[in-house]
């Protein structure tokens, strides 16, 4: 894997996705730039190698990168004790049309609060399949969840184009029958059972998420591992890079996207 004379410094992670610490020049070792993720992994020259290694992977974090977060805007949202946000269950990001960005880069840039609050991140339609296994017994036997939960546990795969359509029928059952905090424990488990990426952010990190391609395509959502309260939160920042020559998230397809405040 090389950007050029630029070799990724890998992480010693076995996980979901590929963890970068950093790039150096195979010639000198030297240290690439401090904002590398713009410097090189995203320059002209080697931006098809590093989409493509996105859709191969499906999820690469780029670690301790600086520089300037101009092209980001600000992922906003929050949650309350009393109901989930759409956030917090796994979702694509960025658009309510039919045309969803292929990539999404969600990044927690240096600032003087951490960020405490974690974003889960795993396959589709890993999460689809988990999120029905993990239903409580009285969830079920809810109309067509009954049977779809019946399939999978017997082995048998959804299919395709009932993805969505079933994710969407477990979430509003979800929001309808349990209470906030029972059904963020109910997605904890999701996440377990789903294999999902879910360290902690640490400052100057960008994860790249394959959120809609013909390779692999992940889905993420806000996930506390505590109950949320009034304790300062970082913020993160995203942009779709993918799409429209790296502009920021409000300037591509205006008609067809909405902003996902809800990260």
């Known amino acids: 894997m090389r950007f050029g004379p630029w070799r990724p410094v890998r992480s010693a992670w076995s996980g979901l996705g590929l963890v970068i610490e950093g790039v150096v020049d195979d010639d000198t ?3 690439g730039p401090d904002d590398y993720v713009n410097a090189i992994l995203l320059a002209a020259e080697h931006r098809d190698a590093l989409f493509a290694l996105v859709d191969r992977e499906g999820l690469v974090v780029c670690k301790n990168v600086g520089g300037d977060d101009a092209a980001y805007e600000d992922v906003r949202g929050r949650s309350s004790r009393g109901r989930l946000s759409q956030g917090e269950y796994y979702h694509h990001d960025g658009c309510t049309g039919p045309i969803k960005p ?8 240096r600032q ?7 974003t889960a991140i795993a396959r589709f339609p890993d999460t689809v399949h988990a999120m029905l296994l993990e239903l409580p017994a009285a969830l079920r036997q809810d109309g067509e969840l009954a049977a779809h939960h019946a399939a999978v546990a017997a082995g048998a795969p959804i299919a395709a184009d009932a993805w969505d359509h079933v994710q969407g029928a477990v979430i509003r059952t979800v929001r309808r029958a349990l209470s906030a905090e029972e059904a963020r424990a109910y997605l904890r488990a999701v996440d377990v059972r789903a294999g999902a990426y879910r360290q902690p952010w640490t400052m100057g990190e960008s994860r790249f998420i394959a959120n809609a391609n013909a390779g692999r395509t992940l889905q993420h959502r806000r996930a506390y591992l505590e109950p949320p309260g009034t304790r300062p939160n970082g913020k993160l920042v995203k942009r779709w890079p993918a799409d429209a020559d790296a502009a920021p998230a409000d300037a591509i397809a205006p008609a067809l996207c909405a902003r996902d405040d809800h990260d």
């Open 29 to 31: 070792g030297a240290a």
């Open 102 to 109: 292929r990539v999404v880069e969600i990044r927690c840039p």
């Open 112 to 118: 003087a609060i951490a960020r405490h609050t974690h």
